[in-house]
């Protein structure tokens, strides 16, 4: 799935980024440093805004295309911070063929946040995971940790009045 980037605003400390900068300058010269330097910036955002991919590329000599790339390939990595209420579907097997891609796309809908961003007022992130360990339940979802299981495409309104 095709990951977007939201509208929220980047707000990085001066902490941070030195942190950033000791990783980088840590692991650049090493075979295959890319994705743990992604994991740790990850680890030090909280996601991986683009502004954080700006400085690593221009650190590493590795294009900010190429970093996009692995960015928005690997499910593990977040291209938006969490919202407020963090809202994550699975759409693992055993969730996805009892209808979990049609709960996701309704909780889209009823928010009006693609799938796999975050509300500009920064409120709501809606994302696809892979198995949440949970496929008894199936379809599941999570939302703030809270797991959410047997659900229907209808159960979405009622569930999401609790997070207003
Ligand atoms: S496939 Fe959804 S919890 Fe396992």
Do not use: H
């Not at 941070?16 to 740790?40: R, S, T």
């Not at 007022?121 to 703030?144: F, H, Q, W």
């Amino acid at each position: 799935m095709k990951k977007k980037l939201t509208t929220v605003a980047f707000q990085g400390t001066p902490e941070q980024k030195e942190k950033l900068l000791a990783v980088i300058e840590k692991l650049k010269d090493q075979k295959g440093a890319m994705m743990p330097i992604l994991q740790q910036a990850q680890d030090i955002y909280g996601y991986l805004p683009i502004e954080v991919q700006k400085i690593i590329a221009e650190k590493t000599g590795v294009s900010l295309e190429e970093i996009f790339g692995i960015a928005s390939f690997y499910s593990m990595f977040k291209l938006n911070p969490d919202g407020k209420y963090a809202i994550s579907v699975c759409l693992g097997t055993a969730c996805y063929v009892k209808g979990s891609g049609d709960v996701l796309d309704e909780i889209s809908k009823q928010l009006n946040v693609p799938i796999g961003s975050t509300s500009a007022d920064g409120k709501y992130s809606v994302e696809a995971t892979r198995c949440l360990g949970a496929c008894g339940l199936a379809p599941v979802m999570t939302i703030n940790g809270e797991v959410y299981g047997s659900l229907k495409k209808t159960d979405v309104k009622t569930i999401l009045e609790k997070y207003q």
